[in-house]
């Protein structure tokens, strides 16, 4: 019997299927050996030698696979094709004392059976230089979090954690709003002419006069332009026809994946990540039994196998036609710091259609799945081909411009047409909103005359940056080379549920304590916490990856530098921490006056008698205004904070009414079903049915 020795247990069912009775399957849940959790465990004066510890819930998991292993004729370790999988399996080889330059180590980038046996066929020696990376980011991060987050605790606020990417990641939310609240708009209109022909009606909108780009700027300038070409003809100036072609997007990353499903489903980091690790570790589907859906999730490449281009090229032709499929298997470069180790994200068998398994997974798994199953489609199909027809008029000096497209082949429009649409109507660039989008237009010819049938002007004004949602950070972190697929969705869920951000909608807004936080930061460790620092380290985390560097002289090089700040941040009398302040409130256990502190999860009312009385209770209730009236009794809602930093509403009677929403909930109840009302984002929706209408403060 030989034993496979994996890290999660909702694997083990799938792996089982495709290796045979000659194989046993453990699982060690994870990391079963690592840094201890209440210690800095690195020996600063010895190279920084990192000292490793058995996990103490995972002693009698190890017995038991020291037992499997003596018995055994042969052990394989399995853990996950990435850096922190290459450590796993290091810690597992040293606790069952192999040497880890055997080929003990297989992997693979899909559960699958043609997979699983190329891998047994391939075993290998653990790669020291993965492993060795990954001890660097270790070292790295604990010696940021161990020896920073203790000063911020002592000059800000107790119970503060920095993180040598997490505290870049605020730092890019604060600074957003910051350019949020410091933007000026600057007023500016637009003037739209509607045109009829053949019963066919379009718009044409003010771009030039007199051959240069004008843009009024006030009502008056407006009023100018309006005075001369109200009731003349326009004539066709222009017409410009064209071919365009769009090609299809690349398939999955780990960041287009976790931006998609935000921006096209609606999932969090947390659902997104927790659901592509179901549809990899396998699924139970009827008639099937447990089977993996997806390839490996975590992952910076676009690079697709030769098999899989091949399998996926002949399933569109079957279902779409050879026209379908181009002439040369589509191929998309990936960005230049990727590690490229792995495959994109796709589906391991492209006859297992979402259709096919919608009953077995859950409506999550199911949606998920289908993105990324239609977005691999598409991937690998023809190009989409349009014809475009740009039309010039003019009237009086001032040039009107319209255009039209029509599509001619639909390409890989055909399997992935909604998500396209919807990347349309969320580009506030591209399309503003519908009304302005393309539209077809009726047969024209140059020089002839045309009346305008209405023509509208509408003030506008320029708009600052948005705000940062899950999404779009990540999307910032990868394009700045901060972080890597592996931590964008721990990273970012942390700025949360320490309350260093809280969400307004989807939107990431910085609170007065992460604020404070990146103040403090930017005032003594700008140069370290810092968006080209954390690239330069993750680029150097590479180089000991690819044998470039050695992980002890990248360590060495960061804590030589960072010792010092730390000695000046330390030693400096500056303190950010809120003073206490006295209120009329009375304790009701002492009879003292009670004061606003401020923790780490906000301002909170506590007992001036401490430490002799420790009474505390939340500040909302004295201090903040209700958000409205409660729908299941009539009193008070109040917005407040949980202990993780995440702001529920609930009613004031907490004894005697039970009411609690993660929504902010309007005081009015659906016309449809009479339940209560709901804030989402830009939308009043119903807590019960789907009724939904636009947001009047919006």
Known sequence: MKLVVIEAPAKRDTLKKYLGSGYEVFATKGHIR????????????????????????KKALIQELKNKAKSAEEVLIATDPDREGEAISWHVAYVLGLNPNTKCRIQFNEISKKAVLKALDEPRAIDINLVNAQQARRVLDRIVGYKLSPILSR?????????????VALKLVVEREKEIENFKPEEFWTITALHEKDKVKFKSTLATFK?????????????????????????????????TKSHAPAPFTTSTMQQDALNKLGMSLRKTTMCAQELYEGVEVKGEGKIALITYIRTDST????????????????????????????????????????????????????????????????????????????????????????????????????????????????VYKEYVEEEKDDSAEKTKNKKDAVEKLPTLCEGELLKAIDIKSEQKFTK???????????????????????????????????????????????????RKMIEYLEKFFNSVINVKFTAHMESRLDDIAENK???????DSFWNGFKDLLSKADASGLSMKAEPVETDIVCEKCGHKMLIREGRYGKFLGCSNFPKCKNIKPLEENERKPVSKCPACGKNVFALRSKRGKVFYACEDRNGCNFMSWDRPTGEVCPKCGKHLILKGKKVKCSACDYVKENPAE
């Open 34 to 57: 690592d840094l201890p959790a209440k210690s800095f465990a690195i020996d600063l004066s010895n190279n920084y030698e990192p000292h490793y510890e058995i996990n103490p819930d």
């Open 549 to 555: 560097d050695e992980w002890h002289s990248v360590v």
């Open 464 to 514: 600052p940056p948005a705000r940062f949602t899950e999404a779009s950070l990540v999307k910032a972190m990868e394009e700045k080379g901060i972080g890597r697929p592996a931590t964008y969705a721990a990273t970012i869920s942390i700025l949360t549920e320490r309350n260093y951000c809280s969400k307004d909608g989807k939107a990431l807004v910085p609170t007065e304590l992460g």
């Open 303 to 414: 690079r697709v196998s030769v098999d899989a281009q091949m399998a996926c090229r002949e399933f569109i032709a079957q279902k779409y036609g050879k026209n379908y499929i181009p002439d040369k298997p589509n191929i998309y470069a990936s960005k230049k710091n990727a590690q490229d180790a792995h495959e994109a994200i796709r589906p391991i068998n492209m006859h297992m259609t979402p259709e096919m398994v919608q009953d077995s997974l859950t409506h999550d798994n199911f949606k998920l799945y289908k993105l990324i199953y239609e977005r691999f489609m598409a991937s690998q199909m023809s190009e989409a081909e349009y014809s475009n027809v740009n039309v010039s008029l003019e009237c009086q000096g001032y040039g009107f411009k319209s255009s039209g497209r029509t599509q001619d082949f639909a390409g890989y429009t055909a």
């Open 155 to 167: 000059k800000i606020a107790p119970k503060l954690s920095a993180g040598r990417v997490q505290s």
């Open 211 to 243: 051959g240069k780009k004008i843009k009024p700027q006030n009502k008056k300038e407006v009023d100018d332009v309006l005075s001369v070409v109200d009731g003349n003809d326009f004539k066709v100036t222009e017409i410009k026809k064209s071919k």
